[in-house]
């Protein structure tokens, strides 16, 4: 295969892994941020936790893995994301160690004051993650301030309404997906409690989505490439057209469709935003010629062709790995039963 080939293969499977990670966090993110409000009791919290228990340090696996498939396959697109975004990365991975800390530690006292601040510890970090996250990815698809001497915005520049708004999407997705899981895995009072939230996230997502949509159409190039090809438009139509289904599903409580709904919100979101970016990695808004594109900042042919075989062979066993865990752990979790996460 030419490197050209390669480096679209790699493009692609860069994108593929950034979604698999939202899809499998998404839930267990959004049980992180209602867990507060939620779980009124010891029983409920150790229902909680027995939900995202088994799986939310597999999900972190793809976060590892998209870091490094862009150190191995765009050694330059690491290296520049990684300085110019190095503050709002940084407390992305605070975010991550506390939201571990909170889980792992909430039932190590009984303490009420120990209790309340890693049960708040818990739910504010896995708010924080999907916030900065999407304002990152938002920002990717606004275009970056990056001239001649690098980044030339600064960390607060970051944090633009339409960034504001592409978090709003993330945390409503993502909250969506957890009540879903809730009523998949759990039973009892959590699933009204749940429910009630629900009602109010899942047309929130339909109009922040659509107001995304149409901010990007206005304030990005992301669209430019669909006015090219109008067949692309179909792909953030299947976006706004899940979440309407999220709704749909909410309101007859088949949770199931409703999380099945939310991943295809994320898949073509993502679908969406990297599709207009294409080329671009890191696409520079002052001058295009500051960008860093698939082409620009690739490896080596060899260095490509021996990852894709290593992607060939582990990314199948780690997704296998995660079927096989969700299969595993696939009975609902009882009020009555359930012991916690030790």
């Given at each position: 295969?030419?490197h050209?080939?390669?480096?679209?293969i790699?493009?692609?499977?860069w994108?593929?892994?950034?979604?698999?990670?939202?899809?499998?966090?998404?839930?267990?993110?959004?049980?992180?941020?209602?867990?507060?409000?939620?779980?009124k009791?010891?029983?409920?919290?150790?229902?909680?936790?027995?939900?995202?228990?088994?799986?939310?340090?597999?999900?972190?696996?793809?976060?590892?893995?998209?870091?490094?498939?862009?150190f191995?396959?765009?050694?330059?697109?690491?290296?520049?994301?990684?300085?110019?975004?190095?503050?709002?990365?940084y407390?992305?991975?605070?975010?991550?160690?506390?939201?571990?800390?909170?889980?792992?530690?909430m039932?190590?006292?009984?303490?009420?004051?120990?209790?309340?601040?890693?049960?708040?510890t818990?739910?504010?970090?896995?708010?924080?993650?999907?916030?900065?996250?999407?304002?990152?990815?938002?920002?990717?698809f606004?275009?970056?301030?990056?001239?001649?001497?690098g980044m030339?915005?600064?960390?607060?520049?970051?944090?633009?309404?339409?960034?504001?708004?592409g978090?709003?999407?993330?945390?409503?997705?993502?909250?969506?997906?957890g009540?879903?899981w809730?009523?998949?895995?759990?039973?009892?009072?959590?699933?009204?409690?749940?429910?009630?939230?629900?009602r109010?996230?899942?047309?929130?997502l339909?109009?922040?989505?659509?107001?995304?949509?149409?901010?990007?159409?206005?304030?990005?190039?992301?669209?430019?490439?669909?006015?090219?090809m109008?067949?692309?438009?179909?792909?953030?139509?299947?976006?706004?057209?899940?979440?309407?289904?999220?709704?749909?599903?909410?309101?007859?409580?088949?949770?199931?469709?409703?999380?099945?709904?939310?991943?295809?919100?994320?898949?073509?979101?993502?679908?969406?935003?990297?599709?207009?970016?294409?080329p671009?990695?890191?696409?520079?808004?002052?001058?295009?010629?500051?960008?860093?594109?698939?082409?620009?900042?690739?490896?080596?042919?060899?260095?490509?062709?021996?990852?894709?075989?290593?992607?060939?062979?582990?990314v199948?066993?780690?997704?296998?790995?995660?079927?096989?865990?969700?299969?595993?752990?696939?009975?609902?979790?009882?009020?009555?039963?359930?012991?916690?996460?030790?």
């Open positions: 295969m030419s050209s080939l390669l480096a679209n790699w493009f692609v499977l994108c593929v892994i950034w979604v698999a990670y939202f899809i499998f966090d998404s839930y267990t993110l959004g049980i992180g941020m209602m867990f507060p409000y939620i779980a009791n010891r029983q409920d919290r150790n229902q909680l936790q027995e939900v995202v228990g088994p799986f939310w340090n597999g999900a972190e696996v793809w976060l590892i893995t998209a870091g490094g498939a862009t191995a396959a765009f050694p330059a697109v690491y290296a520049d994301m990684f300085s110019f975004l190095y503050v709002p990365f407390l992305a991975l605070f975010a991550l160690i506390f939201r571990a800390v909170g889980l792992e530690f039932h190590k006292d009984d303490h009420p004051m120990w209790v309340k601040s890693l049960k708040w818990f739910g504010v970090a896995s708010f924080f993650i999907p916030v900065v996250l999407g304002v990152l990815f938002a920002n990717l606004y275009g970056l301030e990056i001239g001649k001497n030339e915005g600064s960390l607060l520049g970051l944090f633009k309404p339409y960034a504001i708004l978090a709003t999407v993330f945390v409503l997705t993502f909250l969506n997906a009540v879903a809730i009523h998949v895995k759990a039973d009892g009072q959590l699933l009204e409690r749940a429910n009630k939230i629900a109010v996230t899942a047309p929130s339909v109009a922040a989505l659509a107001m995304f949509f149409v901010a990007t159409a206005n304030r990005t190039p992301i669209f430019d490439r669909f006015n090219e109008p067949i692309l438009y179909i792909i953030p139509t299947i976006a706004l057209i899940s979440s309407m289904m999220v709704v749909l599903f909410v309101y007859k409580k088949k949770y199931l469709l409703a999380l099945a709904s939310t991943a295809d919100v994320i898949i073509f979101f993502f679908a969406t935003g990297f599709t207009g970016m294409y671009n990695m890191l696409p520079s808004r002052l001058n295009d010629a500051f960008s860093l594109t698939l082409h620009n900042s690739a490896s080596s042919q060899k260095t490509l062709q021996i990852m894709f075989i290593v992607a060939c062979i582990f199948p066993i780690v997704l296998a790995y995660q079927i096989w865990t969700h299969y595993l752990f696939r009975e609902r979790v009882t009020n009555k039963d359930a012991k916690g996460y030790h």
